[in-house]
């Protein structure tokens, strides 16, 4: 078994996309048997596609959701263990000025708990959680 990623939200999304970043594509397609996703970018996806309006946009992205499960990614849940890693960090980062979205907290915290690498376009996000280990496959071969 190889190194684990859990895919963030911005990654899972490029594959919506008629033209998907090339370095996304060609990461998964050789990682694809090591990626997994968390709940918390199921619920980050579906909340994105219930705030749309009806439409081509809409329905192409439900079909994409739908098809995602063609890739068999594992979903991580965000269980007791991640939710005390996300309370120790959240209160950390807050005492130090720095107010992370509850959202990234909890897929910070998915991941690092389960000892993968967060893939996620937005390091800057992610950058001041402790024990977390972050790629941008938008930029990095």
């Known amino acids: 078994m190889g190194i684990k990623y859990l895919l963030d939200t911005n990654i899972l999304s490029e594959l919506s ?3 998907p ?3 996304v594509v060609s990461h998964i397609t050789q990682h694809g048997d090591n990626c997994s996703t968390a709940s918390i970018v199921i619920h980050e996806i579906n909340y994105g596609i219930n705030r749309l309006e009806e439409g081509n946009i809409k329905k192409n ?20 263990k991640a ?10 980062l807050i005492k130090k000025g720095l107010t992370p979205a509850f959202a990234d907290g909890q897929i910070a ?6 000892n993968l690498i967060l893939v996620t376009r ?5 950058i001041n959680f402790n024990s977390l280990q972050l790629e941008n496959w938008f930029i990095e071969n």
């Open 83 to 92: 939710a005390c890693y996300h309370a120790s960090e959240r209160a950390r």
């Open 21 to 23: 970043d090339a370095n």
């Open 109 to 114: 915290a998915i991941a690092s708990t389960n």
């Open 17 to 19: 996309k008629n033209k």
């Open 61 to 80: 992205l439900q079909l994409f959701l739908n098809q995602l499960e063609t890739y068999k990614f594992q979903i991580y849940p965000y269980d007791t």
């Open 122 to 126: 937005n390091r800057s996000d992610f």
